[in-house]
């Protein structure tokens, strides 16, 4: 199974931006579905956004939507995900998630994750 490694993260003012990394180790995303995943503080982890490495498609939450951007480094076997306009409620532990198979956004689908990496966005 793959292994994931998050990594960037960090304090940033709103409107700022930050961009986070998961790395894939063991084996490549080539048959995988990764996806991003937020847990604030007293709150149910959430979806935020997923590609599909094989086509490159892409899928996000209407929270982010226009914000958030995912995107994938073929030679890097690495996902990124670029966060402009960033807002206090953005604030949480990000984690990403991989899985075979279809797309989809419930934390339960997904079977291999990330350590998780802080973001915070102060006002």
Not at 24 to 37: K, L
Not at 64 to 69: A, D, L
Not at 98 to 118: C, F
Request: glycine share 10%; charged share 15%; with cysteine.
């Amino acid at each position: 199974q793959v292994q994931l490694i998050n990594s960037g993260g960090g304090l940033v003012q709103a409107g700022g931006s930050l961009r986070l990394s998961c790395a894939a180790s063991g084996r490549t995303f080539s048959t995988y579905v990764v996806g991003w995943f937020r847990q604030a503080p007293g709150k149910e982890r959430e979806f935020v956004a997923a590609i599909r490495w094989s086509t490159g498609s892409t899928y996000y939450a209407d929270s982010v939507k226009g914000r958030f951007t995912i995107s994938r480094d073929n030679a890097k076997n690495t996902v990124y995900l670029q966060m402009n306009s960033l807002k206090p409620e953005d604030t949480a532990v990000y984690y990403c998630a991989a899985r075979t198979g279809a797309v989809l956004t419930r934390p339960n689908d997904y079977t291999n994750w990330g350590q998780g990496t802080q973001v915070t966005v102060s006002s």
